[in-house]
């Protein structure tokens, strides 16, 4: 599929892999501006492979990466973040930094010395009660929060998002979506890899990756309409 002229992020042919054992084989992935985009499979199916070569901590082998009108597959990872691509890993947080710091490195990465710390703290309130305290004190729901605001302290076009769900109770997972919800309506592209299909309710479009290879890509109603998919992925939490 050719890419939309609206793409904000286009990934063709992609490989990728460590060593001698190759993980991707030619994934196609697309973010339009302003969508928000789910990477569902389950565990292994090489989700964090790909949005590590998306954002350039790990090599493409092969393809082609596109953000906005620049090809970034050769770029380092600061680099794309430079270009508005911003990366939250599944941990996200330094745990011995204060809530504070965290955030502000966030932002500084980019060149963004102040940060608007009391808007991030609006939309997160429970942060700026515990500002001074380390990341670590904070429960693992709070953590996610803190992960959140320090990628959006980098004031991303993209926020690219490995797992959110994970190692959340159903209400946090709850409590995330709202959050992306909000940030949506806001007008920033997400892309989240996630096993959990919940995060269905938030996106767009879903792009399905089984062994290192798309194996489904279309809009959420066109996924809940194919039987195969239902079964395969609905049983799923
Ligand atoms: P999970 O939900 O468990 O994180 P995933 O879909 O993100 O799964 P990946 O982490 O990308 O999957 O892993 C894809 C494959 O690559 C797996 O077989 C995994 O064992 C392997 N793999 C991941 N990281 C490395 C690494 N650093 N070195 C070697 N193999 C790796």
Redesign the pocket.
Known sequence: MPPDATSLLTAQGVNA???T?Q?LWGVDLDVRAGETVLLL??????????LKSLVGLIEARHGNIRLGDADVTRMRSSERMRLGMTYMS?LAVFPDLSIEENIRIGAQALGHPNPNINELYETFPVLREKRRAPASSLSGGQRKMLGIAKALAAEPRLLVM??PSAGLSPLFVKEVIRILSDLRGRGLALLI?E?NIAFLEVASRVFV?EG?RIRFSGTVAEMTDNEALRKAYFGLK
């Open positions: 892999g460590y060593g054992m993980v499979g389950t565990n292994g199916a090489g989700k964090t492979t790909f599944e490995d797992e890899a096993q990756l290192g």
